[in-house]
């Protein structure tokens, strides 16, 4: 069981932030994110993507703010809990008990929620059949590789994984990339070397063809693949893989009993607490009048929220503003010389 | 000023006056349109805004930029006539247009 003063939910740049002035202010904090690496929405939607309206920033991409984040959180010791998404949050006394997918606990007083749109999932297949055979025969991520040695694997999608796996795959697999369009959108010399595979035959290419139905009793046995012209064909796989990107679903969060509503949760502007006290929310997924989705937005209720926090972590002493500029404690904390 | 046409799964139709200048994609989420989830704000970043548009208006919009095709991919069950509605911005020349919205996002 870890007790800290704050929890926070989300490692985009809200989460990060909001960490960065809690512990500024002498609260400990960790982070728990679903993805395998911090950064949020900047790093998984648009790392390459320029953004011109962070203050004093005149143009940066997504990646760079995330690493300019992570630069700034360097004077203090944050642990983050990647790959992982919390699962329960309840009242426990005065406190709240949160316990994660992988089984960890924390006791606190105070849950930021920055997450966004919520945790980031595989976008799956529309054949609802195909949930029968998730994670047994059909799967969106590859974990151990060495079950598909000698197999037919079928691979959906057009991004670097499933072009990247189609070529690694084709090594000693029968491998089959399904596309729904001629273009791949990967890298364009893992595309090249797609093609070259293909013509050797090594790679089974079909492109202008969507999945429509997987078929097989205990075991996966076949799929049904659609062309644009309609024609249906019938292909015998063991395995199938798809890679159709991340979406962003609101998952357990919509279970704590807190005020949603469109994926949003509604706060107040002077602390961003939610109606259940000593629960935050700040960034995208908030929600209050005039609210804007910008990254900005996010800073700000950050240091809001973290304020908060101060006065349900220490009941007993007085919260004190102190710039950074000149406040001894504050360049203490951040490892500077007095 | 446009008039669109707002078609949900379940054949319910919505038809709506959108200021020009704003997207198919706002028109609908402004208005609460059920089906358009737009989760990154119109950032042609998540394929919730994903519309089907009425054959004999997909050729009179605006070509699709490659980053729309892109995101498309990873669109629930696209089409040949699939768009992002946050992609389609409102004028005097749509007034009319009809879109189909997909029975889900993801």
């Known amino acids: 069981m870890n007790k800290i003063d704050a929890l926070i939910i989300g490692a985009g740049p809200a989460g990060l932030f909001t960490a960065h002035q809690l512990k500024l202010i002498g609260l400990d904090c960790e982070v728990v994110d679903n993805l395998d690496k911090i950064g949020g929405q900047c790093i998984e939607l648009y790392p390459d993507k320029p953004i011109y309206d962070i203050p004093a920033v005149p143009e940066c991409t997504g990646e760079e703010l995330t690493k300019n984040l992570i630069n700034q959180l360097k004077p203090f010791d944050i642990k983050f809990h990647l790959n992982e998404r919390v699962e329960e949050v309840k009242k426990e006394s005065d406190k709240w008990f949160v316990k994660t997918s992988n089984g960890n606990i924390f006791l606190t007083p105070n849950v930021i929620i920055a997450g966004g749109v919520g945790s980031f999932e595989p976008r799956k297949f529309s054949p609802k059949e195909c949930e029968k055979f998730e994670n047994k025969s059909l799967f969106y991520s590859v974990k151990n590789k060495n079950i598909f040695k000698g197999k037919t694997v079928s691979i959906f999608g057009g991004g670097d994984s499933a072009l990247d796996w189609a070529v690694e795959l084709s090594k000693d697999c029968k491998v089959n990339l399904i596309h729904r369009r001629d273009e791949f959108r990967g890298a364009q010399a893992?595309?090249?070397?797609?093609?070259?595979?293909?013509?050797?035959?090594?790679?089974?290419?079909?492109?202008?063809?969507?999945?429509?139905?997987?078929k097989g009793v205990q075991q996966l046995e076949s799929i049904e693949i659609k062309h644009d012209n309609n024609e249906i064909k019938n292909l015998k796989t063991d395995y199938v893989l798809g890679f159709f990107g991340l979406i962003m679903q609101l998952g357990p969060i919509a279970n704590w009993g807190l005020n949603i509503d469109k994926k949003t949760i509604e706060v107040d502007t002077e602390k961003f607490e939610t109606n259940q006290k000593g629960i935050y929310a700040v960034g995208d997924i908030c929600k209050y009048p005039g609210k804007l989705k910008l990254i900005l937005s996010g800073f700000h209720e950050g240091a809001l929220a973290a304020r908060a926090c101060f006065k349900l972590a220490r009941p007993n002493e007085k919260y004190r503003f102190e710039f950074t500029t000149t406040s001894k404690n504050l360049l203490k904390r951040l490892g500077k010389k007095e | 000023m446009a008039k669109i046409t707002y078609i949900t799964s379940d054949n319910q139709t919505h038809t709506l006056e959108v200021q020009n200048g704003l997207t198919v994609m706002e028109g609908a989420v402004q208005n609460d349109i059920p089906g358009i989830d737009a989760d990154c704000g119109g950032g042609m970043a998540c394929a919730t805004c994903h519309v089907y548009v009425k054959e004999e208006w997909f050729n009179k919009l605006p070509k699709k930029e490659d980053g729309e095709e892109d995101m498309l991919d990873m669109a629930f069950e696209p089409k040949k006539n699939s768009r992002l509605s946050c992609q389609i911005i409102v004028s005097d020349e749509i007034d009319g247009l009809e879109v189909n919205i997909p029975s889900k996002q993801a």
């Open chain 1, 190 to 214: 893992t595309a090249d070397k797609v093609h070259q595979l293909a013509k050797a035959a090594k790679i089974n290419l079909f492109t202008k063809y969507q999945m429509i139905s997987v």
